[in-house]
């Protein structure tokens, strides 16, 4: 389901971490998100409605970063510049992440690469894949709160190719609960021990 070569994204190599997270633990999240077989259809329908959008998806996923300057300052050098090759290579590899949240099977490697991801976000390994000069983490707290305007605005997206009402709520409660549920993963390594 990869596009082309997207510098940095690593899914699937042997360079993406491991998760310690086990399967089962994976499928009780899945559980506790609600997320069944109809969601994962679902979320293949959304991949194929969201195939031919994912650039404009991410027109308003950064609309909305660049319209808030502590937003803004994630992609920034400590200083306050925006790192323009940054921003440009993570929304490359953001836009590959709709698709593989939508088309990917969630076993091993997709829990992987979730892993991976999180630790993107913290110190560990924030700004490593793009030798960004940029700050050292994303603060969890914005991590969590971002469940909301990736969920609310992909729902225009989802409707936009001629389903029912009943199948857009549908693939919109399944992204939710995708999101919501990777949330969760990302959060494993912000956080030590038995904590999480
Ligand atoms: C990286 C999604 C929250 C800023 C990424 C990537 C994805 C992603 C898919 C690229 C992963 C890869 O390298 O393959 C999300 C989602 C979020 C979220 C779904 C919440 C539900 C945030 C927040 C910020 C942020 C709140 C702060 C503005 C960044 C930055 C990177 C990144 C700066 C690049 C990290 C690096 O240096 O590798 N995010 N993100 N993200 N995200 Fe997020």
Redesign the pocket.
Known sequence: TQQKTIP??TYGTGEAARSPVTLDELARLKESVLLGPADEAALHQAGTVLADQVEDVLDVWYGF?LAHPF?VA??STPDGQLIDDYQRR?RA??GQ?ILDTCNRPYDQAWLDYAEE?GL??TAA???A??D?PSVPL?NLR??IA??VP?TVTIRPFLARKGHGPDEVEAMYQAWFKA?TL??ALWSRPYIAGDAW
């Open positions: 940095g994204y970063v937003l994630y992609f993570v590899r953001f992440w991801i993107r976000h390994k924030k700004n894949t793009d960004a994303i914005y991590l971002f469940i990736i999101v990777q949330a």
